[in-house]
């Protein structure tokens, strides 16, 4: 079979798949992102290039995806849908296939609010489910939301969705990751796992509907660098769920940085043994170089 | 409960700088903004005073009933005639309607609002309101129970709740409820949760662009 991607090659081929997040810079420099592509090349299958994250302004992730494509890494490029109408959201699809751009993900995106500019109006025309029923219905049966059809090149995506296990309402929590399926994801990256209990919860009904069978889920791991920083994710960062006993563990420790580590080392081994759980996705915020270390001591190199 | 024009008075300030030196000549309304404590007999009397006491003159005042009803202000102003012809600056304390029904009507004065029109919205008890609609053009909460996720939710979501809804509250404030754990609670208790299942397609935004409407 023809792959979209070597993500879809690796998660169909039911290797356990890891990918990595890359953060863009607050400037055109294209050298940060070769730097970072440099680093951590061969350490996953496929790289995120984040969509003005937290709602501020970075190099676009068309741009940094391009960036990874020229250094020979494969991008997972995010789209949010703060900041695009339909319109440009679609036509942004097709410039990112055009250029190489295999595997997309969308997501709705942080509100506005939450960023260094407070006072830009919030686009929001569609959500992530609408988002992506639309460009499955582009791939798929060749129409633009529209209707029409399009008529140079479909544009053969593999395509991400988001899906956060610890937010409420719990209850509707694997619904609406139903929906997202059915809308058209082909793979999920959740939500930073440190609540591995709720975590199980979720994946157990995953798994007993055969919603695993439907979608790859790749669990989120953010490695805890510092005690400010798990301070705000604990306690300020909307929709993540650190439990006291991981907070616990960083703030008594005279290392945070290595027991952070540790930590990360430890929920990998354990989401790893989970039914159902296709990969792993590493967010690594601002500590990208730890990447190599935590692929290798989890056993995951090389990559297949 | 009422639903209405929600507004807020402007800082004062804001409004001093708006009047400059005066005179001016204030314009209530006795529907919305008096519900809001806005621009109500009561409001414009104190703003008057408010004026006095910096030295402004205050040539008159009047509350239209209400501010956005066209050929009522036209008949209520003409009685005004004097105390407007007297004043350099028309300040109104109603909603963004009832500021351009007033400017159409005084051509030669300058018209200023004192106001900020903010949502339409529910009066859930004297003095709190809540937004409940954005004027979309085509009412879709016969999807959610009655409930409307356009207006409600920071990032109109029809399929939500994004993954930043906790304990029921929405992610950009405790002070307010996630729109969609209250849509979820409503058709889970009625037994309704099935409803939830389609996805909502995509808004038709051309609904809402209708610049006028006749009978």
Redesign the interface.
């Known amino acids: 079979m023809a792959y979209k991607s070597n993500l879809q090659r690796v998660l169909s081929e039911k290797k356990f798949a890891v990918t990595a997040e890359i953060g863009p810079p607050k400037g055109s420099d294209p050298g940060k992102i070769r730097k970072k592509a440099e680093l951590l090349k061969g350490y996953a299958d496929a790289f995120n290039i984040t969509d003005n994250q937290t709602a501020v302004v970075r190099l676009s992730s068309m741009g940094g995806s391009f960036i990874l494509l020229n250094s020979g890494l494969e991008p997972i490029m995010q789209m949010s849908?703060?900041d695009r109408n339909?319109i440009a959201l679609q036509s942004d699809v097709l410039g990112a296939v055009s250029v190489g751009v295999r595997n997309i993900l969308f997501m709705?995106?942080d509100?506005q609010?939450?960023g260094n500019h407070p006072g830009a109006k919030?686009v929001?025309?569609?959500?992530?489910?609408?988002l992506i029923?639309?460009v499955k219905d582009m791939r798929d049966l060749g129409v633009f939301?529209s209707g029409d059809k399009i008529l140079a090149g479909i544009p053969d995506v593999f395509i991400g969705g988001?899906?956060?296990p610890f937010?409420?309402?719990l209850?509707?929590r694997v619904?609406?990751l139903e929906?997202k399926i059915?809308?058209g994801a082909d793979f999920i990256q959740t939500?930073s796992v440190y609540n591995l209990d709720k975590f199980k919860m979720w994946m157990d009904e995953v798994y007993s509907r055969g919603l695993d069978k439907k979608v790859f889920i790749l669990a989120g791991v953010t490695p805890l660098k510092s005690v400010k920083m798990v301070e705000r994710m604990k306690f300020h960062v909307?929709?993540v769920d650190i439990p006291d006993e991981i907070y616990k563990r960083m703030i008594n420790t005279p290392d945070p940085k290595s027991e952070g580590y540790n930590v990360s080392l430890e929920l990998i081994d354990e989401i790893k043994k989970i039914k159902g759980v296709s990969g792993i996705h590493i967010t690594a915020l601002f500590w990208e170089d730890i990447i190599p270390k935590l692929v290798r001591e989890s056993g995951f190199y090389p990559r297949p | 409960m009422k639903s209405m024009i929600i507004t807020k008075q402007k800082e004062i300030k804001n409004i001093l700088d708006l009047v400059g030196e005066g005179p001016v000549f204030i314009v209530g309304c006795s529907e919305c903004a008096t519900l809001c404590n806005t621009g109500g007999e009561k409001e414009v009397k104190e703003m008057k005073k408010i004026f006095e006491d910096k030295k402004i003159d205050v040539s008159g005042f009047v509350i239209l009933d209400p501010a956005c009803h066209f050929l009522n202000d036209k008949r209520i102003l003409k009685n005004y005639r004097n105390e407007i012809g007297n004043a350099k600056i028309v300040l109104v304390l109603a909603c963004g309607n009832g500021v351009q029904t007033v400017a159409e009507l005084i051509q030669d004065i300058d018209v200023v609002s004192g106001t900020d029109a903010l949502f339409l919205g529910e009066i859930k008890r004297l003095g709190d309101f809540e937004r409940r609609c954005n004027l979309c053009g085509e009412c879709i909460v016969d999807l959610f129970d009655g409930l409307c996720p356009l207006s409600r939710c920071?990032?109109?979501?029809?399929?939500?709740?994004?993954?930043?809804?906790?304990?029921?509250k929405c992610?950009?404030s405790e002070d307010f409820d996630?729109v969609w754990?209250l849509i979820?609670?409503r058709l889970?208790d009625g037994n309704n949760?099935h409803r939830?299942?389609d996805?909502?397609?995509?808004?038709d935004?051309s609904k809402s662009v209708e610049m006028g409407r006749r009978i």
Not at chain 1, 124 to 130: P, V
Not at chain 2, 159 to 166: A, D, K
């Open positions: 849908c703060r339909r709705t995106g509100h609010s939450f919030g929001y025309d569609l959500d992530s489910i609408q029923k639309i939301q988001t899906a956060n937010a409420d309402p209850d509707f619904d609406r929906k059915i809308a939500q909307p929709g | 920071p990032k109109s979501m029809l399929n939500g709740p994004c993954g930043g809804s906790i304990n029921g992610e950009i996630c754990d979820f609670k889970k949760l939830l299942k996805i909502v397609e995509p808004k935004w």
